[in-house]
């Protein structure tokens, strides 16, 4: 059947957003309404006629209207086949009418979960009559329409208009596959709930969901299509932000904002982040976020011309005046004052984002690597390590000042691509070796970074002289710890663990480095 016009439509529905405006165009097309509980009262109150389902049915709502809808006259009025000679003669034996649109959004389990609500409360928030409707009319889609959002409302009343009361098989195609996506999420979200509930960090089978947040231009290259999807979990960051002004953010500055965004939440006090590539080229602690600013980009300024530039703290104008001399191509802020604002208005092309609040680096949660037939799942790196976790391994134990920057330094590692290395002095990181195969290689490229960003400035001497230095794992070798203290680093932190861990001590020592072992590693591929 290709088109087929509404003449019956059920609506039973949690959200009531434009439903009354709906409901009247459906009248005004002489659809026939029936209806549930709250719904039906809704739709009453507003001056329409509506048939109760417990009417239709002949068979009254029970147990705290766990059962209204599952009856054979609804499902059999849905799932008849119009073209079907027995499934018409068996509606006409049982008195069963068709009904040819379902409307129906579904008890609100994510959002009773999100708020915190008790066990029973969440699972009598799990909807059975309204996913097993939607899936019935969604198979059905040859002769019913199903409408799971209150989004599509205005597109199915300009169909109808255009139709005069119809639908083209088309329209009910692209719902039908819109409402099972609906309850493959609903699906979803109980059985993480359920997982969750069950301390199963990794059930027997798992599945995921999102709702399309943005379609992109492209992926990582222009040949690659791509798309900004969201989980609701509403973790602040990159999913919950608003877009203040700007061009349309790329997937290549998503991805680098988040990792922007994520490193900067680690850190406690005013703090920025500079990311180029997924990489932090500067990261500051400071005792406003301008002095943090300021920081950040001394350590690397010809690497942050078109980075993004995060902060942990309320973007001010100070900041956003300085950040305006240069190209930057995102900055990310929980918020921004309103002279900020004004002051970046004026950078057309800036994108802005105001995320509302930080994420929490120490919760759970679960990130996801695709690979050939399957993906790899992880928890979150919610590793911290405080001062009372380090083990002083050398004969020289680190200075209090050089044991605050090793804490910075083993942090800001979590967040760098490995092999990494970090150097930093006085809470600034100075240089920044990522992604390199060899530690050696990443040690070395880190101190030459600092010593190019000192000559660039004036400076008589590298900024590794007098630093300190993280690495995410283990040194396999002394050459990566050589090439550190001959660059100038008074004090290393790494996790330890090598088989070489003596010879790697004995090392530190002959250079009379103060070393500390984390007993974790933080890996970033």
Aim: glycine share 8%; hydrophobic share 45%; net charge neutral.
């Amino acid at each position: 059947m290709t088109t087929v016009k509404i003449r019956r439509a059920i609506l039973s529905v949690s959200d009531k957003t434009g439903l009354i405006d709906f409901a009247k165009a459906l009248s005004r097309h002489g659809v026939e309404l029936l209806s549930t509980g709250g719904t039906a009262k809704a739709l009453a109150d507003a001056g329409l006629t509506v048939k109760e389902v417990g009417a239709h049915t002949g068979f009254p709502e029970m147990m705290d209207g766990r059962v209204k809808t599952l009856h054979p006259t609804i499902h059999g009025g849905i799932l008849a086949r119009r073209t079907v000679a027995d499934h018409v003669a068996a509606m006409e034996t049982h008195r069963i009418a068709p009904i040819d649109l379902v409307v129906v959004n579904l008890y609100p389990f994510e959002a009773t979960v999100a708020k915190g609500a008790d066990y029973d409360d969440c699972v009598e928030n799990i909807d059975i009559g309204g996913p097993a409707m939607i899936r019935s009319a969604a198979k059905n889609h040859e002769s019913v329409v199903v409408v799971v959002e209150a989004a599509q409302y205005a597109d199915l009343v300009t169909a109808m208009d255009t139709t005069g009361g119809a639908t083209d098989l088309d329209l009910r195609k692209r719902y039908a596959a819109a409402a099972y996506a609906r309850t493959a999420a609903y699906d979803s979200a109980i059985s993480g709930w359920f997982a969750g509930q069950l301390n199963q960090e990794f059930p027997p089978r798992v599945s995921l969901a999102g709702s399309l947040k943005q379609a992109l231009r492209y992926g990582e290259n222009p040949h690659q299509a791509a798309a900004f999807y969201v989980d609701g979990t509403n973790r602040p960051g990159i999913a919950t932000a608003r877009q203040i002004q700007g061009k349309e953010l790329s997937y290549n500055n998503l991805n680098d904002t988040d990792a922007a965004f994520e490193a900067v939440a680690e850190l406690d006090t005013p703090a920025c982040v500079i990311v180029k590539h997924a990489n932090p080229c500067g990261v500051a602690l400071g005792a406003t976020p301008h002095a943090a600013y300021l920081k950040a980009l001394a350590c690397d300024p010809v690497s942050a011309f078109g980075g993004i530039v995060a902060f942990n703290r309320t973007l001010d104008a100070a900041s956003a005046a300085e950040i305006a001399k240069i190209f930057v191509e995102v900055i990310v802020a929980p918020d921004a004052d309103a002279k900020a604002l004004e002051i970046l208005a004026a950078k057309k092309n800036l994108r802005l984002l105001l995320t509302g609040g930080l994420p929490d680096p120490a919760a759970k949660g679960m990130t996801i690597k695709t690979l050939s037939g399957g993906f790899l799942a992880q928890s979150r790196d919610s590793g911290r390590i405080a001062k009372a976790d380090l083990k002083v391994v050398t004969k020289r134990a680190p200075t209090a000042a050089e044991l605050d920057d090793l804490l910075f330094a083993f942090r800001v590692a979590k967040h760098v691509k490995s092999n990494a290395i970090v150097y930093v002095k006085d809470g600034a990181t100075v240089g920044v070796g990522a992604g390199q195969m060899s530690r050696v290689d990443s040690s070395r490229i880190a101190a030459w970074k600092a010593a190019e960003a000192a000559k660039a400035a004036g400076e008589a001497q590298s900024r590794c002289v007098g630093s300190v230095v993280a690495s995410d794992a283990f040194f396999p070798f002394a050459d990566g710890l050589l090439a550190a203290a001959d660059a100038g680093a008074t004090a290393v932190i790494q996790p330890g663990g090598s088989m070489r861990d003596n010879e790697v001590i004995a090392a530190a020592d002959e250079k009379n480095l103060a070393m500390v072992f984390t007993g974790m590693r933080h890996f970033r591929h």
